[in-house]
């Protein structure tokens, strides 16, 4: 269904396994794997997904090193689009466009292949992650996607951590949509 009620939301929700002090003491890591493993709830989730997006003419699903690939690929077989993914360096065999951007403490970087996009004439992204936390990566990633020749149409997130303020962030670039909001 397009858009979905609180019982629904519910639902997903109660579908994630929460791991207090994962990686590091005092992070509360929303673990979709238990999402994953449970055919109804991935299944669900998919569908909702499938319903929001299917209209939006979109002709590449970009996701995010890893988890943004599980939703990602699953989203592009539904919609019938290509998947670009976004790596962390030195994993993409080919030539790459490469963003750097700072963390809490240091700085990440994303990369993508250079031709990612290059057989569609200006072509429109929808860009996948599980989580957005700060908007670090998925910023940097939108970067990539515009670098590379890509229009970002929609961010979309299955979990908004709200008091990180990514979402507004991301917001002011591209429109922002998150399944479920913590
Ligand atoms: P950020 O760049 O700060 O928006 O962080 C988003 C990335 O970090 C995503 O790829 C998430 O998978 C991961 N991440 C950050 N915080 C959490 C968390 N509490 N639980 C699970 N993943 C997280």
Redesign the pocket.
């Known amino acids: 269904m397009q858009v979905l009620n609180d019982d629904d939301r519910a639902y997903l929700s109660h579908s994630i396994r929460l791991?207090d002090d994962?990686p590091r003491p005092g992070?509360?890591?929303?673990?979709?794997t238990t999402l994953l493993n449970d055919a109804k709830a991935f299944e669900f989730l998919m569908s909702h997904l499938q319903a929001r997006y299917e209209n939006y003419e979109i002709d590449f699903i970009v996701g995010?090193?890893?988890?943004?690939f599980i939703f990602g690929a699953a989203l592009a077989t539904r919609l019938g689009v290509g998947f670009v993914p976004i790596r962390k360096p030195k994993k993409l065999p080919y030539v790459t466009i490469s963003q750097k951007?700072s963390?809490e403490y240091g700085v990440?970087e994303v990369q993508i292949h250079i031709d990612a996009f290059n057989h569609i004439k200006n072509p429109k992204i929808l860009l996948i992650?599980?989580?957005?936390?700060?908007?670090?990566?998925?910023?940097?990633s939108m970067e990539l996607i515009k670098n590379a020749g890509g229009e970002c149409v929609e961010a979309c997130f299955l979990?908004n951590?709200v008091d990180?303020n990514?979402y507004q962030e991301i917001e002011k670039f591209t429109k922002v949509y998150s399944v479920l909001e913590v």
Do not use: P
């Open positions: 791991i994962f992070i509360v890591f929303r673990d979709i995010i090193e890893s988890r943004g951007y963390l990440d992650d599980d989580l957005i936390a700060t908007g670090g990566t998925a910023k940097a979990i951590l990180l990514g």
